[in-house]
């Protein structure tokens, strides 16, 4: 056994952390020592505070617990390879790989359980990789044309991928939405055409950009309820609203009489645990997977890790990204030799 420690919830607000005894790698098996993990802003920040139903099933094989207190979370890791069981061959030990799993130092997990991530590649840029395939499902989910205008709301991680996403489908223009001025500039410098402070005029000020149409595309990832409903207003007749954000618990209330009845505007789920159906004859989750790590050493990845701290430090991360919201885009945990 191999001494460990991992990132426990538990309950509200509640972080500890746990020594725990990782087995040695069985058949089949491969035991990794992580280099980095990210913390999602999102669904993870929903988990720390409590706002998932807490009789909902857990969806990853590597989670423990359950929403109802106590769980072990998270689900971007990455490091290299220490051992593998008699019967692997890749990965090997050595190996860079990403991993779903919580934020642990040492793990044993199924070998078919990570990714294999390019040799030479920053273990942070490969934190990106969960985030990264639900960003390209969200871009097929859009279905935006060459020539199109989409609508971006809400520049945080993912948000920030999909912009950069739609911008080499061919976009005309994308446009990025964040109330936050950092978040603004950030969306810039990775490719928006502009990027717009949210307000009761934000569907005038995009028809003032689309020659009075609206956008063709919204994609909703702000996690904002007011969001979705600027999005509603903001796309054109027969326009579609991307619906990327997970709400958890929380109730959403929509305004439905006017434009979005009128207009036959569409609201579309996107969520990363199914692809597509309309591509289905092409596409399944292992090349989207293969997409995603390819587009890792392309994409501009390194200006969205904003703050990094040893695992030792994960309660302060997580009070710090629940109480000042807008102070980071990636937060990653570090591993070293200390934290067991």
Not at 42 to 58: A, I, K, S
Not at 147 to 169: K, S
Not at 183 to 198: C, D, N
């Amino acid at each position: 056994m191999i001494p460990a420690c991992a990132v426990w919830f538990s309950g509200p607000r509640t972080v500890e952390l746990r020594k725990e005894r990782v087995a040695a790698p069985g058949p089949g098996e491969v035991q990794v020592r992580a280099l980095a993990s990210a913390v999602s802003r999102g669904t993870e920040l929903l988990v720390y505070r409590g706002e998932v139903p807490p009789g909902l099933p857990l969806d990853l094989p590597s989670l423990v617990g359950g929403y109802g207190f106590p769980i072990k979370f998270g689900y971007a890791s990455v490091g290299r390879v220490e051992t593998a069981g008699p019967d692997v061959t890749r990965p090997a030990p050595g190996d860079l790989v990403f991993a779903l799993h919580p934020h642990q130092s040492v793990y044993t997990l199924p070998a078919e359980l990570t990714v294999a991530l390019p040799a030479g590649l920053d273990p942070a840029l490969g934190t990106f990789t969960a985030n990264l395939e639900t960003a390209i499902s969200i871009a097929h989910d859009s279905e935006l044309r060459m020539g199109e205008t989409a609508v971006v709301l809400g520049q945080g991680v993912v948000g920030l991928l999909v912009t950069q996403l739609l911008r080499r489908t061919g976009a005309s223009q994308v446009l990025a939405v964040d109330p936050l001025p950092s978040r603004r500039a950030l969306a810039l410098r990775v490719g928006a055409h502009q990027a717009l402070e949210p307000g009761r005029d934000l569907a005038e000020r995009v028809r003032e950009r689309t020659d009075g149409r609206g956008a063709d595309v919204a994609v909703e990832v702000s996690g904002s309820t007011a969001a979705l409903q600027a999005g509603v207003e903001a796309v054109a007749v027969e326009g579609t609203v991307v619906v990327a954000s997970w709400y958890g618990a929380k109730p959403v209330t929509l305004e439905l009489g006017g434009h979005f009845h009128r207009g036959r505007v569409r609201l579309r789920s996107s969520q990363v645990g199914r692809v597509a159906p309309e591509l289905s004859a092409r596409w399944d989750a292992a090349r989207r997977l293969a997409t995603a790590v390819e587009l890792l050493p392309t994409l501009e990845l390194a200006l969205l890790v904003t703050s990094r701290a040893p695992v030792q430090a994960a309660a302060e991360v997580y009070r710090r990204l629940d109480m000042q919201p807008g102070e980071d885009v990636v937060a990653l945990l570090t591993y070293g030799d200390g934290d067991v």
